[in-house]
Every structure is written in structure tokens, then in C-alpha cells.
């Protein structure tokens, strides 16, 4: 399969959900505890890992005219992601303070109340390009907060329940159960979801609390019966684990120094799509033909690129330019 050309005229992904601050610990010259403000949010993170890729992108998200939200702006327009799809807003930016485990790791809590990228109404869409129609070959990704926050949550529902069939659809959970009140709730409605996915990630967290007790793989097969194409589960060192349509795969992870993993899942998942895309499989049809070659290869550019992030403070993705192979 060819791969896809790229232009100028459209994004070849759409990244649609949360876009916030984390708020990371460090130490001043003096030892004295300090945070420090960096771009983060798992939506704009997959957005920055693409357009460092290489993969013309917009994010769609409300940001703030705040500080906070001039500091996301640069570093989506410096990462080479597109804002033709942010909405400006007066709202302020939600914020994620950061804690640190010993293997560098990373726990969040959050401060988003009545905060820009949770605030987006389907009347918001409206406002976008072409009254917030997608492009035809357009993939469209989500998850994170965007599955939990209100009124953002129902939007992009009803955002997936209009694209899902028309277009390639990528979802990732990133549950963070500090922020779930209705557990049954939210169980439901992702299952609806990844019933309308093509592309399903989670890491081994995300299936530890959504189904305990169960294998990743029965998990997995009943995502695969109810309409996902691709589903992907990833172990942090261990690797990770795809199957699709043809083929089950698991690739390690490369060692390498770790100075924390903020923004890991998110890396992995842009690699996935950059991959795709390049590879001229970034479609509903693309996703279901993979054979094991292919997911193989797939699999370990995205471990790479994961990996590759966990080098860096902070979700800091690599760009195409650092020396990280192309996906073909």
C-alpha cells in the first residue's frame, strides 16, 4: 500500500480533547521545592507527538488567553501542529500537578473547574473550519479527560457518534480514576465507544481498573467483536502488546535512561498514527488489513518514540529530525 501524500490543505488527523498545564516538580538553586509549568494534557500531547512526526495535524480544543494558554499556543505552533481548529476563550487553563514516583513515573492531580479545553459545547463546533465538518480522509483521535470532563465529555460524544464509520477513529482512555464519579457510568460509555473505534490504546493500568481481574487478551478479543480494528496495550518497560484483524504481535521496550514518564502513552500513540499515516493505512480499511509484518514494524516504531520521550522532563516527544526512523 502507498503511502499517503501529504498537503498543505488538510490536516491528516484531527486530535480532539483536553489541553492543559502540568505542573512539575523540581528544585531551586537553594534545594528549595518549586513547580514548574509545562504543556501537557494527553490530547494536545498525541497533537505535539504528530506534528513532530511530521503528520499534519490540528488539535481542536479550547485554549485560554491566559498565560498558561499562550504557553500551549507556542508549543503546539513550534511543534508544528496546527491551530486551525483552537477555539480562543477567556476561561482558564486547567492545570495538573504532577507527582513523581521514585522510577519516574507520574501520578496527576487536577484543577480544572470551569477551566478553556473542558468548556467545549456542541455549539462551539460550529465555529470551526467549515462549521466543524471534517475533512474526508481525516483520522480523528480521543480520549484522556475529554471522556470524563462535563460538558466536554457529551460533546465530543457526540462529535465520535457523527464521524465514527465516516473516517479512521483512534481512542485511548488514559482513565484517571481520581476523576471518575460514576464508575458504572463511565464503563458503559467507553464500551460505546470502542464499539465505534478502529484504533483502541490502553495501557495495563487503564485495563486494571476498567476490567480487574481480567487478561488483557479476553479484554482485547471483546474489543476486537464489537467493532475495533486495532486494539493496542502497552507495560510501560515490558513493551507492548498489539492484535488486530490478522495477527497479534508483542515487542519489548529499548532501555534507556529514563528521567520520567510524562507524556509516554501519548508518544506511543502518535507513533502509531504517524505510522499509519505514512504507510498509507491511516483509514478504517488500512487498520483491518494489517498482517503481522506490518504490526510488528507498527508496534516497535511506536515503543521507540515512547521510549525515546522518557529520555526528556515532561512530555517532551521527539521531532522527526532527532535521528528517530522513519515508519516505513
Same mark, same amino acid.
Given at each position: 500500500?502507498?503511502?499517503?501524500?501529504?498537503?498543505a490543505e488538510q490536516p491528516a488527523v484531527v486530535v480532539a480533547g483536553d489541553a492543559l498545564v502540568d505542573l512539575t516538580p523540581?528544585?531551586?538553586?537553594d534545594g528549595a521545592a518549586a513547580l514548574q509549568p509545562r504543556p501537557g494534557g494527553s490530547c494536545l500531547n498525541v497533537a505535539v507527538?504528530?506534528?513532530r512526526l511530521g503528520v499534519p495535524t490540528a488539535l481542536l480544543a479550547r485554549l485560554s488567553d491566559d498565560h498558561f494558554g499562550d504557553l500551549l499556543r507556542a508549543h503546539l505552533a513550534a511543534s508544528g501542529t496546527r491551530l486551525t481548529h483552537v477555539l480562543p476563550t477567556s476561561d482558564p487553563t486547567t492545570l495538573a500537578a504532577v507527582h513523581l514516583r521514585e522510577d519516574g513515573s507520574a501520578t496527576y492531580s487536577f484543577h480544572a473547574g470551569d477551566a478553556a479545553d473542558r468548556g467545549l459545547r456542541p455549539e462551539h463546533l460550529a465555529a470551526l473550519p467549515d462549521g466543524g465538518a471534517l475533512p474526508p480522509d481525516?483520522?480523528?483521535?480521543?480520549?484522556?479527560?475529554? #471522556?470524563?470532563?462535563?460538558?466536554? %465529555? +457529551?460533546?465530543?460524544?457526540g462529535l465520535l457518534r457523527r464521524e465514527a464509520g465516516r473516517r479512521l477513529v483512534s481512542l485511548d482512555p488514559n482513565v484517571r480514576p481520581g476523576l471518575v464519579t460514576d464508575r458504572a457510568a463511565y464503563i458503559r460509555r467507553f464500551a460505546e465507544?470502542?464499539? #465505534?473505534?478502529?484504533?483502541?490504546? %490502553? +495501557?495495563d493500568e487503564d485495563l486494571a481498573w476498567l476490567h480487574p481481574g481480567e487478561s488483557y487478551e479476553a479484554v482485547a478479543d471483546r474489543w476486537l467483536a464489537s467493532g475495533a480494528g486495532l486494539v493496542l496495550i502497552t507495560f510501560g518497560a515490558q513493551g507492548a502488546w498489539a492484535v488486530g484483524r490478522h495477527a497479534d504481535v508483542?515487542?519489548?521496550?529499548?532501555?534507556?535512561?529514563v528521567v520520567d514518564t510524562v507524556g509516554a502513552g501519548d508518544a506511543f500513540t502518535a507513533g502509531v498514527l504517524a505510522h499509519l499515516h505514512r504507510t498509507g493505512r491511516l483509514s478504517r480499511e488500512g487498520v483491518d488489513s494489517l498482517e503481522a509484518g506490518e504490526l510488528s514494524r507498527l508496534l516497535s516504531?511506536?515503543?521507540?518514540?515512547a521510549a525515546d520521550t522518557c529520555t526528556r522532563a515532561g512530555a517532551q516527544p521527539p521531532y522527526r529530525r532527532d535521528g528517530?526512523?522513519?515508519?516505513t
Open positions: 500500500m502507498s503511502a499517503r501524500p501529504e498537503t523540581l528544585r531551586t538553586a507527538g504528530l506534528g481525516t483520522a480523528l483521535h480521543l480520549g484522556s479527560l475529554g #471522556l470524563l470532563l462535563e460538558p466536554l %465529555a +457529551s460533546t465530543l460524544d465507544w470502542v464499539a #465505534l473505534a478502529d484504533v483502541v490504546k %490502553a +495501557s508483542h515487542v519489548p521496550a529499548p532501555a534507556v535512561d516504531y511506536a515503543v521507540e518514540i528517530v526512523p522513519s515508519p
